[in-house]
């Protein structure tokens, strides 16, 4: 496996040597993320194709990896984002107990946490009716949420708080279903508390955010739809 670090005082790629005895399996598609100066991984597939169901965590300062706790549910095809110092994922489906059931994960302190979502933002739970799904997080403790239905031609855009834990359905953006899935393809990256910019394979899209929505006179409660459910 290999890893690289970029410092941004010296603005020069720095190579980090693989411990052998103890590091991640290689893997392809992990799921990536920082909490501080850790960075997570976890989940994946083999060479064969085969899921991998773990999670490791490197740290900035000992420069060493350790495994954690393993994850309830396979995270590959399930994208989330940290907000404050957790880790937050929806899934539409509970595999623990094989049926339809909104599942809001969380990961903080090298543990998992797996709970039923009070809203879904999945939207009433199918199956597998969403085929994609895709998040990034903005200022104080929202986060964007991006999620396809395999029924539905325009995917839907949630702007969900996570101290209220409300949510409000916004404005989609002009995103077609063939680019939802490629969600694989996707780059988030929040630019300032105005300006988020997702970049695709095929374009590049600047969206300008009202800041009224990431202030605290602005509560999520008051902005939603009354279609919850």
């Not at 903005?138 to 409300?166: C, G, I, M, N, Y």
């Not at 929040?190 to 374009?203: E, G, N, P």
């Amino acid at each position: 496996m290999v890893m690289a670090l970029y410092p941004i005082a010296t603005g020069k790629w720095e190579r980090v040597e693989e411990c052998e005895s103890c590091s991640p399996p290689y893997r392809l598609h992990p799921v990536v993320f920082a909490l501080g100066e850790t960075v997570v991984l976890c989940c994946g597939e083999d060479f064969g194709m085969w899921g991998i169901k773990d999670t490791w965590e490197w740290s900035l300062v000992t420069r060493e990896w350790t495994e954690t706790e393993i994850p309830p549910v396979d995270l590959t095809d399930a994208p989330g984002s940290v907000v404050g110092e957790k880790y937050h994922v929806y899934l539409d489906y509970e595999y623990s107990t094989n049926r339809p059931n909104p599942v809001h994960m969380q990961y903080c302190n090298g543990k998992w946490k797996s709970e039923q979502h009070h809203w879904n933002p999945l939207g009433k739970p199918q199956g597998f009716g969403y085929t994609s799904q895709f998040c990034v997080s903005l200022l104080r403790e929202h986060q964007l949420l991006f999620a396809l239905q395999r029924d539905a031609s325009t995917p839907k855009t949630w702007l969900l708080d996570h101290v209220s834990l409300d949510r409000a359905l916004l404005e989609p953006l002009p995103i077609t279903e063939e680019d939802m899935l490629q969600g694989q393809r996707f780059g988030l990256v929040l630019l300032d508390a105005r300006t988020l910019l997702l970049i695709h394979s095929r374009y590049t899209l600047i969206v300008d955010i009202d800041p009224h929505f990431l202030s605290p006179d602005c509560h999520t409660s008051t902005v939603g739809s009354d279609a919850w459910v």
